[in-house]
């Protein structure tokens, strides 16, 4: 019988999620899972994760709970590997390709491997921080509230209770790894219909922008998209960052007297998603229609968020207006 070995007892995301990633794999994907911390039976697994103390790429051992492991995804980062990230590090590509059913001459390499990149760090990554013990934070901060349906908890509340001596969590591990793996396979497939499409249109709207203003700092896209980190990156690329302050777009769907406004959105710091580069001029903020028109002397203007990190309104000239005469007030108030 081939196998996959997995540590026994309580189970937690790390094992679940490792396990689906390598049932993901052609070459086990008819394997049996064994939950096991015999030495006998991991030795003769196939493939181990999560258990033996030893961490042999060639051997198929991926363990990260022996002494002096240290070993993160690449030098970009510092978080320390658990099972899944080592699974990940090793087998990612080809376990997005399984996921996303793709023949070769279909994969863009610089794209995917934003997509690969993008799956570790806001998947992955605090799979391996969690189960490591790592905090997300260098500094002692105070918790504002609790958020107690986070996936790493979900899981481990599959476990039986200590009320439950006759469960055997063996027979609930399936469980665990099926959740698991639904949260990963829709996280990559979302990345990949919404994410990915956004980065060419992205890299060649700000090149026609900066074709036509060398300076702008009002960027126009086509349509709503997930734009910040492809912003982020395409600045960095061309050593201008934090040029652009606002981002217009038409939305796609119609408001209740059935108009598809047009946004005028602040762009947000770097790693600071509630602070804005430059928010909507303070006076506009929390005002409504025709308040806002007359304050503002903007015409089509809508509504501007308290925060002044979004504006809406009528037609594209407002939407326009509403960023420059922003940049152009909040300098002169400065």
Same mark, same amino acid.
């Given at each position: 019988m081939?196998?996959?070995?997995?540590?026994?007892?309580?189970?937690h995301?790390?094992?679940?999620?490792?396990?689906?990633?390598?049932k993901?794999?052609?070459?086990?994907?008819? @394997?049996?899972i064994?939950?096991?911390r015999?030495?006998?039976?991991?030795?003769?697994?196939?493939?181990?994760?999560?258990v033996g103390?030893i961490?042999?790429?060639?051997?198929k051992?991926?363990d990260h @709970?022996?002494?002096?492991f240290?070993?993160?995804?690449?030098?970009?980062?510092k978080?320390?590997l658990c099972?899944a990230?080592?699974?990940?590090k090793?087998?990612?590509?080809?376990?997005?390709?399984?996921?996303?059913?793709?023949?070769?001459?279909?994969?863009?390499?610089?794209?995917f491997?934003?997509?690969?990149?993008?799956?570790?760090?806001?998947?992955?990554?605090g799979?391996?921080?969690?189960d490591?013990?790592?905090?997300?934070?260098?500094?002692?901060?105070?918790q =504002?509230?609790?958020?107690?349906?986070?996936l790493?908890?979900?899981i481990?509340?599959?476990?039986?209770?200590?009320?439950?001596?006759?469960? /055997?969590?063996?027979?609930?591990?399936?469980?665990?790894?099926?959740?698991?793996?639904?949260?990963?396979?829709?996280?990559?497939?979302?990345l990949?219909?919404?994410?990915?499409?956004?980065?060419?249109?992205? @890299?060649?709207?700000?090149q026609?922008? $900066?074709?036509?203003?060398?300076? /702008?700092?009002?960027?126009e896209?086509?349509s709503?998209?997930?734009f *910040?980190?492809h912003?982020?990156?395409?600045?960095?690329? *061309?050593?201008?960052?934090?040029?652009?302050?606002?981002?217009?777009?038409?939305?796609?769907?119609?408001?209740?007297?059935g108009?598809?406004?047009?946004?005028?959105?602040?762009?947000?710091k770097?790693?600071?998603p509630?602070v804005?580069? $430059?928010?909507?001029?303070?006076d506009?903020?929390?005002?409504?229609?025709?308040?806002?028109?007359?304050?503002?002397?903007?015409?089509g203007a809508?509504?501007?968020?308290?925060?002044?990190? $979004?504006?809406?309104?009528? =037609? @594209?000239?407002?939407?326009?207006?509403?960023?420059?005469?922003s940049?152009?007030?909040?300098s002169?108030?400065?």
């Open positions: 081939k196998r996959i070995a997995v540590h026994s007892g309580s189970f995301l790390d094992d679940a999620l490792s396990c689906y990633m390598i993901l794999l052609p070459e086990y994907k008819n @394997h049996t064994i939950r096991t015999d030495e006998t039976e991991i030795n003769e697994s196939d493939i181990v994760v999560d103390g961490h042999d790429h060639e051997k051992r991926y @709970h022996q002494k002096g240290k070993e993160t995804y690449s030098s970009e980062f978080t320390i099972g990230g080592l699974i990940y090793h087998y990612g590509r080809e376990i997005l390709i399984e996921i996303l059913d793709l023949q070769k001459e279909e994969i863009n390499e610089y794209n491997k934003l997509l690969q990149t993008k799956v570790y760090r806001d998947f992955v990554e799979v391996d921080g969690t490591n013990g790592i905090p997300k934070f260098d500094t002692e901060v105070e =504002n509230y609790s958020s107690v349906n986070c790493p908890n979900r481990k509340r599959l476990n039986p209770s200590w009320r439950e001596p006759e469960i /055997s969590s063996d027979s609930i591990f399936p469980q665990a790894i099926e959740l698991a793996g639904k949260e990963f396979v829709d996280f990559v497939k979302y990949w219909k919404s994410w990915i499409p956004a980065v060419d249109i992205l @890299h060649n709207t700000i026609k922008t $900066l074709e036509q203003d060398p300076k /702008s700092q009002i960027l896209l086509p709503p998209m997930p *910040l980190e912003l982020y990156r395409e600045e960095k690329e *061309l050593e201008i960052p934090g040029q652009f302050k606002y981002v217009i777009f038409q939305s796609t769907r119609p408001n209740k007297q108009l598809k406004e047009w946004i005028t959105r602040a762009v947000s770097v790693n600071e509630f804005n580069r $430059l928010s909507l001029h303070k506009w903020r929390g005002l409504r229609n025709e308040e806002l028109q007359n304050i503002s002397k903007i015409e809508v509504f501007v968020h308290s925060s002044g990190f $979004l504006g809406a309104s009528k =037609n @594209h000239k407002s939407a326009l207006e509403l960023a420059t005469k940049i152009e007030m909040n002169n108030d400065k």
